[in-house]
């Protein structure tokens, strides 16, 4: 038995310590949320957070998450999309056909949590390992910058 | 929509698909049609549904069910937009349903439900506008008759009918009573005005953004049913190749494997769940039957297919006398274009769950093709196609991919699931994916031609080596010619929008063991490259500025001029750019819209980068311009991978390329700032999901050229600069 803390809830399954993490997600705790893209953590589309870091669950074998809390984007804020990254995904209309997009929102979460405003170049580093076949950059990169612009402005209300 | 959720544009009950099946079991026949699965608990509403694409129910709730896949191009935004904007209704308090498949969602030129070639708008758009006015119209005759008025003395607005004297009822509270009239004579409705539209025309918001960024929404990879098994599949690496024997009893020692069993695409693992069906297939040992081939390669194709160009083909077009006007012609090209095989990549996989039972069949799948996939899978399982029931999901991109000419994934995942009494998802893996073909067709042209005195192209000639789409689709029987003239081979430059007096364009057909399948944008992305690059050359070989020599050949097509003068302008054509910077320019028309773009490039050593592209486009009526703005950005961005990096070349009879680490796609850091302006014309409706992706490859061209003088003939830049 393996033991998990998702989105705060302790889950244990009983799998092959070396499941990775993104198929235990998946198929076991029924989190499709996080996607399957390429297995070998060249997309981006499975990335969760550990710890409040962004992480590649495709490569990430169950065993090595320990006690790790791990985020995912159903984890975010639920169906209600208040998350600041949430809400200027929603402002910009950044989805096309949205499969990318739990990796990109996750992976923009973690970077506007680690800098309040980042910067074309912050933005480039951070989101460049997430690949959208849709061409959604330009959105995305507008919308990180609204994310941080929301969050500054809810920390200071 | 707004950002707490409180009204999900894209009802819940569409996404109980999943959670309805749980609750419902395998025996409710709830199963299989997922449409009606969910509700709002409680006693059902009253309905008024006067069509299959729109139930209105007496607590305002107004459904539109749309018979197109979403795979990204906004068909959920848009569709229901147009019915909105017929029935006064916010687009923003829809909830958007996905069709079953039924022949009232049929396209209107093909006997199937079908989504594809940028036509979801333009063959749907009168239908939509038609429904949403007979409803408002029925629901008007209602309230007439509860207020004992004259329907013509009453108006609608935003979901409610009001009276002269300021009464009024919203569409929910009539919606029983609508239900009960008879439906008026089509030739008695009445459509707007477009002068007086509200909504088309006007930026909307996508109704299916909350969903996406919230991890709700279900792809085919998500869906989820009780007793599910998963499965991969072990398929031939060489094209053509089948099973000769395999051992599995390794595979069947590793924990969670179900099952083995030969299928018609090679060796089926069937799991408890993906990584024992990851695990079990890596246990397998399959021997296939390869040797023929292993002969074909990217290599041997090319020195086949160069020799072949110099010979006459089958004729695609044919204007003026090109043999005559070449010959006579004071100044003359000869030159060789070469474009790769180019992997779809939909960020989702292919995948497809089945649940076959006896002569029954269940599919849930990401599809473009729905009612072919029913009836090849039908034939897969000797059914009759009436009892197979396609579920559609969200498509992880579709590209045309999903729309493949044998209906490959569905049909294997039926051939998979049959005998086995559970719900079986065939899940693939990125390497499969990507090698398993149904690539954008390897083309190889000779093109001759030659410049007047007047300094302007007077002859083309183009000879095209490669495997024709339509001709291996269904549609083949329809689209190709007896001489077998397949129309996608040439389109792009046997109808090109610059005026050439003398043009002729020649195909010959291969037959290559490589699946290749139409690829966003189809024979544009390809002849649209050759037909601007071409172009270029003779404004180079008359000394003259590539925009300039566009504007003269365009001098009699105002639409055009109009849409390459826009381009130019937002660009800033001929003002200064900072220094290394450099400037191309394209223009192609395709699916119904002109596109012109203009690329701002600078090139260091090998590498290219594109900082800017500034592009225009002329649809006609643009039913959502954001939305119109978001394909450009991403059909830029689509052609920009076949560009810079992205390219299949086989070796030993496989692709060499398997994942996104050996094929390179566009990210973040290289993405350029995209402005788009939109050209209005009273033009018909044109489509939008493609006409972006052809001129993207020549404007970077003509900068990299501007820049170096060297002219690329050859793609991706990669190969080219190498």
Redesign the interface.
Known sequence: MISLKVNGVERQID??PD??LL?AL???L???????????A??G?CTVHLDGQPMRSCVMPVSAVGSAEIR???G???????HP???A???L??????????GQ?MAAAALIEQNPAPTDAD???A???????????????AAVKRAAEIKRAGTAA | MSADGSTPAIGRRHFLIGAGVVAGGLAAGTLLRPYLVGGRGGAAPKEFKPHAFLRIADDDTVTVIIGKSEMGQGVYTGLPMILAEELDFDPQRLKVEIAPVDPVFNHPFLPAQFTGGSMSTNTTYESLRHVGAMARSMLVTAAAARWGVDASTLRTEAGKVIDTAGRELRYGELAESAAALPLPAKETIRLKDPKTFSYIGKPQKRLDSRVKVTGEAVFGIDVDLPGMLMATVARAPVFGASVKSFDDTRARSVPGVVDIKQVPSGVAVIAEHTWAALKGREALSVEWDDADGKKLSTEALRSEWQALAAKPGIVGQNIGDTAKALASGSRRIEVEYELPYLAHACMEPMNATALVKDDDCDLWLGTQSQSQDAQFVAAALGIDPKNVRVHTTFLGGGFGRRASADSDFAVEAAHVAKGVGKPVKVVWTREDDMRRGYYRPYSISKVRAAIGADGLPSAFHQVIVGKPVLANTAMGKMAVSKEGLDPSSVEGTANMAYPIPNLRVEVHNTTEAVPILWWRSVGHSINGFVANGVIDELAALAKRDPYEYRQAMLADKPRYRAVLDAAAELAGWGQPLPAGRHRGIALQESFGSIVAQVAEVSVTGKEVRVHRVSCTVDCGIAVNPDQVVAQMESAINYGLCAVLESEITIRDGVAVQGNFDSYPVLRMAAAPQIDVRIVNSDGPIGGIGEPGTPPIAPAVCGAIFAATSKRIRRLPLSASLS
Do not use: F, H
């Open positions: 799998v092959d499941m990775p198929w998946r198929d076991l029924k989190l499709t949320g996080t996607k399957y893209g390429c297995g070998i060249q997309c589309a995912t984007v159903e975010l804020s639920g169906a209600a999309a208040t990254v949430q809400q995904w929603i402002e209309d950044v989805v096309q056909c949205g499969y990318c997009q739990s929102v933005i480039d580093a989101m460049n390992g997430n690949i959208c076949r849709c061409g959604t950059y330009p959105r995305i990169r």
